[in-house]
């Protein structure tokens, strides 16, 4: 394995914290900004959407730019972006923010992915791809859980600067680790895009963004319903962080391991039916059980959670690369836009219902999209079925 990759996981990981260290950070970022944490909860969706745009658009504008010159560029910033929120007096600014770091976040996720094939070569193409996401996974095992604690002792505006140290050092590593002279291919966004007409991965693409959506209208508010819904105190949010991380990592590894023994649509299936059963679980105890059990009970629900919400996206990948292999680049770059288009989504839907319901409402919703993101998947399986002898008559 080229080490290099190593520094290309770190910055994955330094970027993916800010994304799943928020639900933690709501409520003091509320209280001081003297707004709802619904309204709060805007900071988090415009994130992800500058990440899911961001992603593919400025992929394109960038072309065949030299990769070590973009990942740096974008890895600064985010810096900036970092800076700016944790020195901003007011709502709006602090938006500015989050657009600013989840655009960059957006292109050096997408560049790095590619820079890491062009490392190790075509034939290492997945390897390298998982070494780079795998910095993701453990930005919600370690990343969240230290950035929820830094809060806790320093405030919100610590994490950000936390951050924002971290990735200064990883822009310096990788500017003088990279090799010069890694060229980007030059694509249009319509060539880009292209790849979602093949059979079998739009309807993927759907199901991630279905099954994001409802993860993270509970997810994002995990600070209110563990608060406020399970009674319990502020600095219980790092554990739960934690415990949901170490289930992220246990499912990230099992998830391919499950997905070669009885494939990786068995794998999504049952990720989709967990999930339903998890939420209404946890919806269902904050309503009715009192919370000197339902609080103990949210905690411990933390690392089965991580692992059925962690294996879904490796089995998910890899049927989406298994429907169009020759353009697995272009549709894992969409896959992961339907990711973060996915956590805007359910974070909108989650604070509408914080407005006009209670927290433990949250799971009820977010158990419903499972069940509708497999819908889809059957409707898409039939559909696939019932396509491939005209295919096969047609060659």
């Known amino acids: 394995m080229d080490k290099r990759l190593v520094w290309l996981a770190v910055g994955s990981f330094v970027m993916s ?26 900071l988090i969706t415009a994130f992800s959407l500058s990440y899911a745009i961001g992603a593919p658009t400025l992929s394109a504008l960038a072309g065949a730019t030299d990769r070590r010159r ?82 806790a002792f320093w405030g919100w505006r610590g994490t950000f600067l936390s951050i924002a ?11 003088f680790r990279l090799p010069q002279g890694l060229k980007g291919t030059r694509l249009t966004m319509r060539e880009r895009l292209q790849s979602v007409g093949k059979p ?29 819904g399970a009674g319990l105190p502020a600095l219980a949010m790092p554990v739960m962080l934690l415990a949901f991380g ?26 989709l039916l967990m999930a339903t059963t998890i939420c209404l ?14 609080g103990p009970l ?23 690369v298994g429907y169009a292999p020759e353009v697995a680049h272009l549709t894992l770059s969409l896959n992961a836009s339907a990711i973060y288009l996915g956590i805007a989504l359910g974070t909108f839907i989650g604070g509408r219902v914080l ?20 819908a889809v998947l059957a409707t898409s399986l039939r559909a696939l079925r019932s396509a491939a002898p005209v295919l096969q008559a047609s060659r």
């Open 17 to 42: 914290t800010v994304g799943f260290v928020f639900s933690s950070l709501l409520p003091s970022i509320a209280a001081d900004a003297h707004i709802t944490i619904p309204h709060a909860g805007h």
């Open 70 to 151: 973009l990942l740096v560029a974008a890895m600064l910033t985010f810096v900036a972006g970092n800076a700016v929120a944790a020195l901003s007096t007011s709502f709006s600014t602090l938006l500015l923010a989050q657009i600013i770091m989840g655009a960059a976040a957006g292109l050096f996720a997408a560049t790095a992915q590619a820079a890491a094939v062009a490392l190790a070569g075509p034939e290492h193409r997945a390897l390298a791809i998982s070494i780079v996401v795998g910095g993701t996974t453990f930005a919600v095992a370690i990343g969240a859980p230290l950035g929820s604690l830094v809060a």
């Open 165 to 175: 140290c971290l990735a200064i050092v990883c822009a310096v590593v990788l500017w």
């Open 200 to 228: 079998g991965v739009l309807p993927s693409l759907l199901v991630t963004l279905l099954y994001l959506t409802g993860a993270f209208a509970l997810i994002s508010f995990l600070a209110p319903l563990a608060m406020e």
């Open 246 to 271: 170490i289930g992220a990592v246990v499912g990230n590894l099992s998830s391919g391991y499950l997905a070669d023994r009885i494939g990786a649509t068995r794998v999504v299936v049952l990720s």
């Open 281 to 294: 679980v946890i919806s269902l105890s904050l309503k009715l059980l009192p919370p000197d059990i339902a």
């Open 298 to 320: 949210l905690i411990g629900l933390m690392v089965p959670w991580g692992i059925i919400g962690w294996a879904f996206p490796p089995a998910q990948a890899s049927r989406i």
């Open 355 to 374: 407005e006009i319901g209670a927290a433990s409402d949250l799971g009820l919703v977010a158990a419903a999209l499972p069940l509708v993101a497999l």
